[in-house]
Nanobody, 123 residues
Framework: QVRLVESGGGLVQPGGSLRLSCAAS????????MAWYRQGPGKQREVVAT???????TYADSVKGRFTISRDNAEPTVYLHMNSLKPEDTAVYYC?????????????????WGQGTQVTVSS
């Protein structure tokens, strides 16, 4: 019942920037945390950035100082601002969220994944 849809991926030159978006829909009551993951060619899936409802953020060492995670509480939507992109950033980027959905009188726990969006950094 909770759906996540990523967008904003594409082809960009090294040193360029992109903004990824992840929109959540469904009968959502609360979202406790959202995160961005990525899986590059021949690599395992890794956590890129996380954001809790309290505003705490974490970043992978490989993206610190270049990527920023933020949210729009109204939609709700989570963003990943990506600057100074490198070829090694090439990957499929996924968003993940967990929280409560359904009716407030009978809340249910959810943990959902999006389909992913491709980011390719190449000259």
């Amino acid at each position: 019942q909770v759906r996540l849809v990523e967008s904003g991926g594409g082809l960009v030159q090294p040193g360029g920037s992109l903004r990824l978006s992840c929109a959540a829909s469904g009968n959502i009551i609360t979202i406790d945390a959202m995160a961005w993951y990525r899986q590059g060619p021949g690599k395992q899936r890794e956590v890129v950035a996380t954001l809790t409802s309290r505003g705490k953020t974490t970043y992978a060492d490989s993206v610190k100082g270049r990527f920023t995670i933020s949210r729009d509480n109204a939609e709700p939507t989570v963003y990943l601002h990506m600057n100074s992109l490198k070829p090694e950033d090439t990957a499929v980027y996924y968003c993940n969220a967990n929280g409560l959905y359904g009716e407030e009188s009978d809340p249910k726990v959810f943990g959902s994944w999006g389909q992913g969006t491709q980011v390719t950094v190449s000259s």
